[in-house]
């Protein structure tokens, strides 16, 4: 079973940039897409973009584009997501998920994700 931790967050000043990291234990991780979601207060979870298994290929929305940078390391077994120019709009709680089949699928769902980190708290003050 693979597990994920999220780490980075915290309060940051707007303009400022962030590095999320997510570490995975288990054996498998590079084997898999890993994606990165947010869940902004009282609002729906969010699509911020995803890595394909062997980290050639990223996806991001439209929304997402530009100031959101993800990245993975599989020596090391970790994702990245580095944010910048951060916003107050990008307060939220951060999570890292894999998708723990069909190596080659990268999916921009949430329900297509099979693990979930446990999520870090973004604060941005304006």
Known sequence: QLQLVESGGGLVQAGGSLRLSCAASGDTFSNYAM???RRPPGKEREFIGAVSFNGLMTYYPDSMKGRFIISRDNAKTT??????SLKPEDTAVYYCAIRASDSYYVPQR?????????G???TVSS
Do not use: I, M
């Not at 994702?79 to 910048?84: D, F, G, K, M």
């Not at 949430?110 to 446990?118: A, L, R």
């Open 79 to 84: 994702v990245s997501l580095q944010v910048n």
């Open 120 to 122: 870090t708290q973004v």
């Open 35 to 37: 994606g990165w979601f």
């Open 110 to 118: 949430g329900h297509e994700y099979d693990y979930w980190g446990q």
